[in-house]
């Protein structure tokens, strides 16, 4: 099987903008008639449903922010009674009150219809053993990937994050087929193998769903040697859907985005006006096919492109470039705009494996930067005077990548913390 709905994935653009253009009549209607806070938005941009006759009257609406579904905490954006609410996540909220998503039983089934054409997309099928180690709870990961794999009609294993010998063993004993967790997990599992002596492909692993974070085509190469199977990217925010927002075809070439659901447009990010198709800017969603939280152009502040080239893969589906990173992760160092995905790629091609964290501070009010990478057991018995040579090189890599100086320091093995989730890259001592 090609497609999980083919009818829809192959869609005529045509018959695509009839479909948006209905669901976003609906959806407008829909908040402007049930919540406050975009009848308000509306008013205040002179805008009625009745203004919103096809998609490209999108541009009329007014955004929204975190800061709208913070203020609206916890359940003031609902659309819907709470009878009719049948799950509740919210996001981490690390650096500010979490925000919450209710999901009627229709916006549980969208959801886990995008991640379903996902997982038909990457080449899993029904006969298939789903391993999934997101975590499960109030983040969409695990309950997300979950409800993708039971809709294709696999074996689902609900293993969550932790415990990675336990993980291992219970892939090796159930044959899973289908790993699911975030890419820097995927590379932690590939080192817990290792360990424990397993080669990789004694184990029955075909493809591997990562995402939940930036990641960069050479760390893909890295997973792939490590566990060896054939990794694909996986998209979503909990605001939107979790999982399944977006999901790469075997071409491994941009996201094919469910527009049908979650219409994406991408904006300056400082004027907010629409820039073309092929040039970077900040993704926004509007919700056109969801009932209890349907957002309005919704800022995810993730940096991505979007293109509308022919895909071989026979979806007509329009594909996202695989986001760089967010508008609030990157780094401004002595002025040069960086994301850390970028230094990822600088370092993986020197061959070093991805655990790294970069350190930003600032000495004599100048921004300093530090990229600490841990030495693989090659480097482990070099000389002090090679290991300063491979720091150097590392070093002058970032700077004609990237145009900022960088110092290199090559840590010990086993020394940068791990992580189940997302990876934490960055310390900025320059924000406390
Ligand atoms: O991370 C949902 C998810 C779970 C996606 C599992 C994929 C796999 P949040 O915790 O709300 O939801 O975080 C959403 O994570 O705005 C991006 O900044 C980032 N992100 C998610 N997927 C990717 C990806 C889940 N494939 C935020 N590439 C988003 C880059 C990603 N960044």
């Known amino acids: ?14 018959k695509m903008r009839a479909l948006q253009s209905e669901r976003l009549k609906t959806a407008v209607g829909r908040c ?27 541009i009329k609406l007014p955004f929204t922010t975190k800061q709208d579904l913070r203020d609206s905490y916890p359940f003031d954006m609902f659309a819907v009674p709470m009878g009719d609410i049948v799950r509740i996540h919210a996001s981490s909220g690390t650096t500010g009150k979490q925000t919450v998503v209710g999901y009627t039983k229709n916006d549980i089934d969208v959801w886990s219809e995008g991640a379903a054409r996902s997982l038909i ?27 993708g794999s039971e809709t294709i009609g696999a074996a689902t294993v609900p293993v969550s994050a932790g415990n990675t010998e336990r993980q291992v063993e219970i892939m090796r004993d159930f044959g899973s087929d289908v790993l699911c967790c975030t890419p820097s997990y995927a590379m932690f599992i590939g080192e817990t193998l290792k360990k424990m002596n397993i080669d990789p492909k004694s184990l029955k692993l075909r493809i591997g769903i990562f995402g939940a974070e930036p990641w960069t085509e050479n760390m893909r190469l890295e997973i792939e040697k490590a566990l060896a199977i054939d990794a694909y990217d996986i998209y979503g925010l ?73 895909c071989p893969c026979g979806r007509t589906l329009v594909k996202m470039l ?86 290199v320091r090559l840590v010990e093995p086993d020394s940068i913390p791990r992580s189940m989730g997302k990876a934490v890259r960055v310390v900025d001592s320059r924000r406390i």
């Open 238 to 310: 909990s605001e939107v859907a979790g999982p399944g927002v977006s999901f790469e075809c075997k071409e491994k070439n941009g996201l094919h985005v469910n527009e049908d659901f979650f219409y994406p447009e991408i904006v300056d990010k400082d004027t907010l006006e629409p820039v073309p198709d092929g040039e970077y800017g900040e993704l926004v969603f509007t919700c056109i096919g969801k009932e209890a939280m349907p957002l309005l152009r919704y800022r995810t502040r993730d940096v991505s492109a979007l293109t509308r080239e022919k």
């Open 1 to 14: 099987m090609n497609y999980y709905n083919e009818h829809i994935e192959t869609a005529s653009a045509d």
């Open 32 to 58: 402007y008639n049930n919540v406050p806070l975009y009848k308000k938005k509306l008013d205040e941009a002179g805008v009625k449903p009745a203004d919103i006759k096809t998609i490209d009257d999108i």
């Open 121 to 147: 997309a990457y080449g899993a099928a029904k006969t298939d053993v789903f391993h999934v180690s997101y975590g499960y709870g109030l983040f969409t990961g695990g309950l997300g990937l979950h409800y």
């Open 322 to 407: 695989r986001p760089k990173g967010r508008t609030d992760d990157m780094l401004i160092i002595r002025g040069v705009n960086v994301f850390p995905s970028q230094i990822e790629h600088v370092i993986l091609s020197f061959g070093m494996e991805p655990n790294y964290q970069i350190v930003v501070d600032r000495e004599n009010n100048l921004d300093t930067m530090t990229v600490k990478i841990e030495m693989s057991e090659k480097f482990f018995s070099d000389e002090i005077k090679q290991l300063e040579a491979a720091q150097k090189k590392i070093s002058e890599g970032l700077m004609s990548a990237l145009s900022v100086s960088a110092k």
